[in-house]
């Protein structure tokens, strides 16, 4: 996405604050420091979604192409983008990611107005 280098920074910058606010970083547990960290790159980290969203957004429109029919199959292939489109949202942590949630989420509602006039 477009602003996720930015996002990964400000997370950076933010846990790196955080660590200078500690009054006494020799007794930080170097182990658990760890732990936490990786807790919160997984957190953030929005590349399943997006593998995934791509790949829903791909079966979309081959199910668009092909013959016979494909309505219900499209609004089941909606409800998938939906789920990670909520995802990234919940992930995003960063306004302007979370707007461009926001357009997404309306594209969508569009798509699926469209799909239930197809059924």
Known sequence: MQYEDERIQTVYDSIQKNLQDISEPKNIDQNRFEQELIYYLEKYDVSEEKVRLKAH?????????????????????????????????????HAEMQKLVVLMKDELERIKEQVLNVL
């Open 57 to 93: 957004l791909e079966h979309f429109i081959q199910t668009m192409n092909d013959d016979g029919d494909k309505g219900k199959k499209l609004g089941f292939i909606g409800q998938e983008i939906g789920r990670e489109i909520n995802t990234l949202g919940s992930k995003a942590n």
